[in-house]
């Protein structure tokens, strides 16, 4: 009966060092974890802070560049617009340089210049609505993209705020409720084991 009772009192003790072993092993373990996914949590979010302000500035600039096309677009219309009414003039002088008179064409000379200036005038014209064209087409091309990247920052500040670290105190809860959960019977075992061995046969067999 001694015997037996010493047996499951050793068994008791080991049961409880070894618990003991492995709830300070999982201590050491779940606490690094937990380290580990604080300070990955609080890189992350700055990481995306970081990226959420970078296409906001992107998304700012684009809306900058489809301003500044605007108005060039406009600038290149009324340029062309211009271009158009000099060449009609000019078209106009160089027919008033075939004016006669007594019969003489004095002026004559001069029409060539002016219908070579007017033809020139309407050259720049085209051009310059050719410019606006494109500069209609960037714009059609650009405009989109400001908004979408606009979307695009708020959903990484969105996902910033959610990514704030709430994960860390739940995976800390973890760990403390594993501990106990090792920690309770291995000290129970421990003491268990070691009364059982102090215990006097008398009080075994009572």
Do not use: C, H
């Amino acid at each position: 009966m001694r015997t037996g009772r010493r047996t499951m009192g050793s068994l008791l003790v080991a049961y409880g060092i070894l618990g003991i072993a492995l709830m300070v092993l999982t201590a050491w373990i779940g606490l690094d974890v937990t380290f580990r996914v604080e300070r990955l949590a609080t890189d992350a979010d700055a990481t995306l802070a970081a990226a959420a302000r970078s296409t906001d500035a992107a998304a700012a600039a684009f809306t900058n560049i489809d301003a500044s096309l605007s108005e060039a677009e406009t600038s290149s219309n009324t340029a062309a617009a211009l271009a158009r009414d000099a060449s009609a003039t000019l078209d106009a002088l160089a027919s008033a340089m075939g004016l006669s008179v007594f019969g003489a064409q004095p002026l004559l000379p001069l029409a060539a210049e002016f219908t070579t200036s007017a033809d020139q005038a309407a050259e720049l014209a085209e051009t310059l609505d050719a410019v606006a064209g494109s500069l209609s087409d960037t714009r059609t091309d650009v405009s989109p993209i400001g908004p979408q990247l606009k979307l695009l920052s708020d959903g990484l500040g969105d996902l910033s705020d959610s990514s704030d670290g709430t994960s860390a105190p739940s995976l800390r809860l973890a760990v403390a409720l594993i501990l106990a959960w090792l920690t309770l019977p291995a000290i129970g075992s421990l003491v268990g084991g070691v009364l059982l061995l102090r215990m006097r046969p008398a009080e075994t067999a009572a």
